[in-house]
């Protein structure tokens, strides 16, 4: 079994809450929160991953179906270690309320993260995993069953903002794009591709499932494909091109919203042989999401 230590790091960037609110999430911040998860790496649901990645369904390269004990693909473990509720006990959005803010900071998005791995002690799929996990900015420790050294170590960062801070849809230039490609990935997510990573990850935030909810409550012009499936798919592309590599860590940061039924591609550029810089972008020239690998040299 695989366990996930994850240490909660906090920082309180709204300024404009009224003072009881500002207390409440003061009094949040300094509370101990942890979450003990506990997942399997199967060969089903790791199947079901596969055919849900446009890198590994079969459509666009040959489908090879997952192996017993072999590594688990970097970035997989995105879709394992949810929190496990009851359908009463998820928030008005569809979230799960583990660990979220007090009102009236409800809206959450995901706004990057870094991932590291132990090429020594890589995840296999057949294992079973856990972690105690903790919310907002968390640090994540997945350790293979038996084993005392974590496979990976990731950080993830969220946003919550106020229910009723829609703010504005205009795309946000970014800066620093290269002006050449190495490699590249096209793809379309559909609705059925969200639908399938909502499932694999028990995850009801209607941001991803609802048009109407994304549209008329969140202002946007459909729905949102996933934060992690984005980072999966840069990560996969990387693997795609390069498929003998051993990552050693990998920085994101999502850039502007991907869109549902939007064709997005996955451009990287070599910065000498061990590290890349990875984008997603859709045919009007906004960029999603931004990345860099580095690869083990050991």
Same mark, same amino acid.
């Given at each position: 079994?695989?366990?996930?230590?994850?240490?909660?790091?906090?920082?309180? /960037?709204?300024?404009?809450?009224?003072?009881?609110?500002?207390?409440?999430?003061?009094? *949040?911040?300094?509370?101990?929160?942890?979450?003990? #998860?506990?997942?399997?790496?199967?060969?089903?649901?790791?199947?079901?991953?596969?055919?849900?990645?446009? @890198?590994?369904?079969?459509?666009?390269?040959?489908? !090879?179906?997952?192996?017993?004990?072999?590594? /688990?693909?970097?970035?997989?473990?995105?879709?394992?270690?949810?929190?496990?509720?009851?359908?009463?006990?998820?928030?008005?959005?569809?979230?799960?309320?583990?660990?979220?803010?007090?009102?009236? /900071?409800?809206?959450?998005? *995901?706004?990057?993260?870094?991932?590291? *791995?132990?090429?020594?002690?890589?995840?296999?799929?057949?294992?079973?995993?856990?972690?105690?996990?903790?919310?907002?900015?968390?640090?994540?420790?997945?350790?293979?069953?038996?084993?005392?050294?974590?496979?990976?170590?990731?950080?993830?960062?969220?946003?919550?903002?106020?229910?009723?801070?829609?703010?504005?849809?205009?795309?946000?230039?970014?800066?620093?794009?290269?002006?050449? @490609?190495?490699?590249?990935?096209?793809?379309?997510?559909?609705?059925?591709?969200?639908?399938?990573?909502?499932?694999?990850?028990?995850?009801?935030?209607?941001?991803?499932?609802?048009?109407?909810?994304?549209?008329?409550?969140?202002?946007?012009?459909?729905?949102?494909?996933?934060?992690?499936?984005?980072? #999966?798919?840069?990560?996969?592309?990387?693997?795609?091109?390069?498929?003998?590599?051993? #990552?050693?860590?990998?920085?994101?940061?999502?850039?502007?919203?991907?869109?549902?039924?939007?064709?997005?591609?996955?451009?990287?550029? *070599? !910065?000498?042989?061990?590290?890349?810089?990875?984008?997603?972008?859709?045919?009007?020239?906004?960029?999603?999401?931004?990345?860099?690998?580095?690869?083990?040299?050991?």
């Amino acid at each position: 079994m695989s366990l996930t230590t994850l240490h909660p790091i906090y920082r309180r /960037l709204y300024t404009s809450l009224h003072s009881s609110d500002a207390r409440a999430l003061d009094e *949040w911040i300094a509370s101990p929160k942890q979450l003990v #998860l506990r997942d399997s790496f199967t060969i089903e649901r790791i199947s079901d991953l596969y055919l849900t990645l446009p @890198t590994r369904d079969g459509t666009k390269t040959v489908y !090879n179906p997952p192996k017993l004990s072999a590594p /688990l693909p970097y970035g997989s473990h995105l879709a394992f270690f949810h929190p496990r509720n009851s359908e009463s006990k998820l928030r008005a959005d569809g979230t799960d309320a583990d660990f979220c803010p007090p009102p009236p /900071l409800t809206r959450r998005m *995901w706004a990057g993260g870094r991932m590291t *791995w132990n090429s020594r002690n890589p995840l296999r799929i057949g294992e079973s995993a856990g972690t105690p996990m903790a919310f907002v900015k968390q640090r994540i420790e997945i350790t293979a069953s038996g084993q005392r050294e974590p496979s990976v170590v990731e950080e993830r960062s969220h946003v919550y903002i106020a229910d009723t801070a829609v703010g504005s849809r205009v795309p946000r230039d970014v800066k620093g794009i290269p002006s050449r @490609t190495d490699f590249s990935f096209t793809f379309t997510p559909s609705p059925i591709t969200l639908f399938r990573f909502s499932a694999l990850t028990f995850n009801g935030h209607h941001i991803h499932l609802d048009k109407d909810y994304a549209q008329l409550k969140e202002g946007y012009p459909e729905r949102l494909v996933h934060g992690p499936l984005t980072a #999966l798919m840069l990560l996969e592309t990387t693997m795609l091109h390069k498929p003998h590599a051993k #990552l050693a860590q990998f920085d994101y940061r999502a850039r502007n919203p991907v869109i549902v039924n939007q064709r997005m591609t996955i451009n990287g550029v *070599w !910065n000498g042989h061990h590290k890349a810089f990875l984008w997603v972008v859709n045919d009007e020239g906004v960029v999603g999401m931004t990345g860099e690998v580095e690869l083990d040299t050991d």
